[in-house]
């Protein structure tokens, strides 16, 4: 596809959009004032914001594509992501990412005790937890015999926002960039902003460009996944003498050959 027809291809996208949010939040003018209402405490000074920071620990291990990585003047690690679509394991995602932050302060030498604090905060353009919260906080707790818990002090935090929430004590800025998030509404100075800045990003011809080139990538990865998977069931299948050689590079689309030298790189035999 030329470049010329990618921009014919795209639509305008919404700040829900996780790759639009991250090119939003590479703005600090943006992203400063967007913490500094999520949190509910103002931030002296963001130390720079990294878009979409890729960390992979790694050769064989997974990466994970941060929407917005940025660190502050106290040396505290924000990872902010954008999630419109439903998943039901997003609790382990956030485990996941944190582990990642960690290991990846680690690998440039530092010992464990210079882990900095961390956050990881997820935008849900849903209710994760069902309780019709505005905000959801985590943190790792221990208990002692009477039953109470008490903080247990690792300066790991999961936040989950809740865009469609309706409980808590939170400011009227807040509540303002939720709906902002949610139906578009741009009522005051900051959510004009950030209006502003999607009208501007969508208008660019460079942005249409770059942001259909990583649609179709992220496209045939997904399609490269579902292949391998099927793949991988049929060799199983094949290993375990439930169906033939032949019959499982039928159904996979391929000599025989061909099927077995990509079951063995995808399984590792």
């Not at 499982?248 to 990509?262: D, I, N, R, T, Y």
């Amino acid at each position: 596809m030329t470049n010329e027809e990618k921009i014919l291809r795209f639509r305008p996208v919404t700040i829900q959009d996780d790759l639009m949010f991250g090119t939003v939040m590479a703005d600090p003018e943006c992203c400063k004032p967007f913490l500094e209402t999520i949190l509910g405490t103002k931030i002296k000074k963001i130390e720079y914001p990294e878009r979409q920071k890729t960390v992979d620990i790694a050769m064989h291990s997974k990466s994970i594509r941060m929407d917005v990585y940025i660190e502050d003047e106290e040396d505290t690690v924000y990872d902010v992501e954008m999630q419109a679509g439903k998943n039901r394991n997003l609790p382990k995602r956030t485990r996941f990412y944190q582990g990642m932050i960690d290991l990846n302060i680690l690998a440039k030498g530092e010992d464990y005790v210079q882990l900095k604090k961390s956050l990881v905060i997820f935008i849900c353009t849903f209710d994760p937890f069902g309780h019709d919260e505005y905000i959801y906080r985590c943190g790792e707790y221990y208990q002692i015999s009477d039953g109470s818990y008490h903080p247990l002090g690792d300066d790991a935090w999961k936040i989950f926002v809740n865009a469609t929430g309706h409980k808590g004590n939170v400011s009227d800025s807040f509540k303002s960039l939720m709906r902002y998030i949610m139906n578009g509404e741009a009522k005051d100075s900051y959510t004009r902003t950030l209006e502003r800045k999607v009208s501007l990003i969508n208008s660019s011809d460079e942005w249409k460009v770059s942001y259909m080139t990583l649609a179709i990538k992220l496209a045939d990865e997904r399609r490269e996944g579902r292949e391998e998977g099927n793949i991988r069931t049929l060799y199983d299948l094949y290993s375990d003498g439930d169906i033939t050689l032949q019959r499982a590079a039928v159904k996979a689309g391929m000599s025989e050959s061909a099927f077995l030298e990509a079951a063995k790189r995808i399984t590792g035999t």
